[in-house]
């Protein structure tokens, strides 16, 4: 249960991050380093580099 439990969390995250970018690239065009540097202005977020560009 808790492998299935991780694995919900794990996606879950992910669907939220993939909303929060199109969420900032919907206001204004922007690069992905102003991208990750938007969502380290949220404390919820911590994203590793790289993690940005192949959502892109």
Request: proline share 7%.
């Amino acid at each position: 249960m808790t492998e299935k439990n991780d694995n919900f969390i794990i996606q879950l995250r992910k669907g939220v991050f993939d909303l929060a970018i199109l969420s900032l690239i919907s206001k204004q065009p922007m690069y992905g380093y102003e991208i990750t540097s938007a969502l380290q202005d949220i404390p919820v977020f911590h994203i590793p580099n790289g993690s940005i560009y192949p959502i892109l």
